[in-house]
């Protein structure tokens, strides 16, 4: 027959398994410490890494889907084909767009597209958007930084001049001036300010493009000089703390 544990006996090795468990909790501090900087460490490492290539994927599978669809109705299954499929034809229309007549073609058909009544504003404003940002790196009145006093005295808004005029009303030369945000500098305010309160920076666009992406981790001055992206304290803990711990 066989032998029941007695009550006695599951109570004791309950007690043993509480009182000796597997995962040792008598760690210095020090040393759960230099385990949680270790950490850390690898999360910040990692965060780049992993949004970059959740990036590419959503931008793999926006072109592979744009012409996929088209080869699974002809029954071709090939990994890749869609993808590969919309490249060439991307690469197809910016020779078309660089060359006379196939800019004649271009011309005609949005000509075409800007008949159509509802397409036509769609159509046209996301082909204004793209002209605007494309206007960002040839022109040259954009390529000039300044410095708008906002909001209170001592502090300054970085901001790219795209043209001047003279206000009859205020009497005065105004500077139109695009304020972006950080750290999207695409996105931002578009304000008249009086040309005698701009203040020129001598910063490039790429210099003021950096420091505003970066949220000013990297200085206008130093466009070469890249800070680490995490303080020596978190990899290891310093020599003295430790020696004091123990």
Not at 69 to 95: A, K, M
Not at 228 to 234: A, D, G, T
């Amino acid at each position: 027959m066989p032998s029941v544990a007695h009550p006695k006996n599951i109570s004791s090795l309950i007690e043993y398994s509480v009182q000796d468990p597997i995962v040792p909790n008598n760690l210095p501090p020090h040393r759960i410490k230099h385990l949680r900087n270790r950490l850390i460490a690898g999360i910040l490492v990692s965060v780049p890494l992993v949004v970059t290539i959740i990036v590419l994927k959503i931008a793999y599978s926006a072109i592979n889907n744009f012409s996929a669809p088209i080869f699974r109705y002809l029954g071709v299954d090939f990994p890749g084909l869609g993808f590969v499929t919309t490249l060439l034809l991307l690469l197809f229309l910016g020779f078309m767009a660089t060359n006379v007549l196939g800019r004649r073609i271009i011309e005609r058909c949005e000509s075409l597209i800007l008949k159509i009544p509802v397409i036509a504003h769609v159509y046209g404003g996301v082909k204004q958007a793209i002209e605007s940002v494309r206007n960002i790196k040839t022109s040259s009145n954009f390529k000039r930084v300044a410095y708008v006093p906002y909001p209170s005295p001592g502090c300054y808004l970085i901001g790219f001049v795209t043209g001047t005029l003279y206000d009859e009303a205020l009497g005065c030369e105004m500077t139109a001036i695009f304020l972006p945000t950080t750290p999207n500098p695409f996105t931002g305010y578009m304000v008249f300010v009086e040309s005698s309160r701009v203040i020129e920076s001598g910063l490039t666009l790429e210099q003021a493009t950096k420091a505003i992406v970066s949220a000013g981790l990297v200085s206008p001055t130093k466009p070469d000089s890249v800070p680490s992206p995490f303080p020596q304290s978190v990899f290891e803990p310093s020599a003295s703390k430790i020696n004091h711990q123990i």
